[in-house]
């Protein structure tokens, strides 16, 4: 299944009376990565795992005249990285050279393009990803890399990732 982790900052509000909301189970089948494409380099690539950090740092903004001393909350700086776990280069694409990427700061484009759940597809796209992180791991006997990217910004500076729901 595919999970989405939340950390949430808020000025208090006092809470106030109200009707609970009536609950209404959805029928649809949870998101699970599989039945998708995922691209990395322009490379079909098998990995078991993808996680996105979009390492927000989140500052509240003093303000004596706010009720509580806090007016909002901001983003200063954001730090994306994405952690996956491609199969190595014996078993995965022929000639791709991981090391020869990471060695060179190569930015690659990433696309994780996840199966319609409800008619819904949500695309993942980093257009610049660059390794990080690049170390030997094993997968129940299948030689993989451990791989950790950061999300570098493209010409536009604001396309780091997007992330689409269609």
């Not at 994306?80 to 690659?108: F, S």
């Amino acid at each position: 299944r595919c999970f989405a982790r939340f950390t949430m900052s808020g000025v208090w509000n006092a809470p106030v009376d109200a009707a609970m909301p009536t609950y209404a189970p959805g029928s649809d089948v949870p998101m699970k990565l599989a039945d998708g494409t995922f691209t990395l380099a322009g490379e079909s690539i098998k990995v078991s795992r993808f996680s996105l950090d979009m390492g927000c740092n989140v500052v509240a903004r003093a303000d004596p005249d706010a009720a509580g001393g806090i007016t909002y909350f901001a983003i200063t700086d954001i730090d994306p990285v994405i952690t996956i776990d491609p199969e190595a280069d014996l078993i995965g694409p022929p000639g791709y050279d991981y090391h020869g990427a990471w060695l060179a700061g190569t930015e690659v484009a990433l696309s994780l393009a996840l199966g319609a759940v409800a008619e819904q597809t949500i695309t993942i796209a980093a257009p610049k990803l660059q390794y990080r992180e690049l170390t030997g791991g094993d997968r129940d006997g299948i030689a993989i890399y451990n791989l950790t990217g950061q999300c570098n910004n493209d010409s536009e500076g604001d396309d780091a990732v997007t992330i689409t729901v269609s």
